[in-house]
T-cell receptor, first 113, second 112 residues
Framework: GQQLNQSPQSMFIQEGEDVSMNCTSS?????WLWYKQDPGEGPVLLIA?????ELTSNGRLTAQFGITRKDSFLNISASIPSDVGIYFC?????????????FGKGTKLSVIP | SQTIHQWPATLVQPVGSPLSLECTVE??????LYWYRQAAGRGLQLLFY??????ISSEVPQNLSASRPQDRQFILSSKKLLLSDSGFYLC???????????FGNGTRLTVT
């Protein structure tokens, strides 16, 4: 099946810094999703992307659907302590259904006050 | 608005005991329903999905089974738990194929 390579695996940043993480695949995707998971809770949808080149913001978060349809990135501006958590990318490959949603392995974000 | 409920939040069960985890969705009809397992805070693995009452698809062979007795109810079961069944189990739903999944808060299962 499809695989998503998410990087970095983890990152430590100072409060106030900007953050960038990305996902890449060898397959073409029709949908890219970004989730955040707090400890002991389920992932929460942050941003959904449906078209190549699409750039979508949600507060301090911005995500883009890569032109090649094989990658996506998530930026967080001016990080704050509550941004701590694990961020997952997920995608639905061309021709697949949502039951074939592929997840990256996550980026664990730590924010130093 | 739609909400998804999962219970219990945590569960400690001995090896060989049965399991029943329940998930219900409110505020929508005929959702697609999913059970995922997450190991060590990473790597979500799809276990089962259902597109309608009584319709269950299994993604991986295992010691678990799923049932959908009602439109908005999804149950994960086992007759005899194994140590390897320990993990974080997540229920999810979406309204239609290719729309984003929405997750419940999960059940932390520890098999001792």
């Amino acid at each position: 099946g499809q695989q998503l390579n998410q990087s970095p695996q983890s990152m430590f940043i100072q409060e106030g810094e900007d953050v960038s993480m990305n996902c890449t695949s060898s397959s073409i995707f029709n949908t890219w999703l970004w989730y955040k998971q707090d400890p002991g809770e389920g992932p929460v949808l942050l941003i959904a992307l449906y078209k190549a080149g699409e750039l979508t913001s949600n507060g301090r978060l911005t995500a883009q659907f890569g032109i090649t349809r094989k990658d996506s990135f998530l930026n967080i501006s001016a990080s704050i302590p509550s941004d701590v958590g694990i961020y997952f990318c997920a995608g639905i490959a061309s021709g697949a259904g949502s039951y074939q949603l592929t997840f990256g392995k996550g980026t664990k974000l730590s924010v130093i006050p | 608005s739609q909400t998804i409920h999962q219970w219990p939040a945590t569960l400690v069960q001995p090896v060989g005991s049965p399991l029943s985890l329940e998930c219900t969705v409110e505020g929508t009809s005929n959702p697609n329903l999913y059970w995922y397992r997450q190991a060590a805070g990473r790597g979500l693995q799809l276990l089962f999905y259902s597109v309608g009452i009584g319709q269950i698809s299994s993604e991986v062979p295992q010691n678990l089974s799923a049932s959908r007795p009602q439109d908005r109810q999804f149950i994960l079961s086992s007759k005899k738990l194994l140590l390897s069944d320990s993990g974080f189990y997540l229920c999810a739903w979406n309204r239609r194929t290719n729309s984003p999944l929405h997750f419940g808060n999960g059940t932390r299962l520890t098999v001792t």
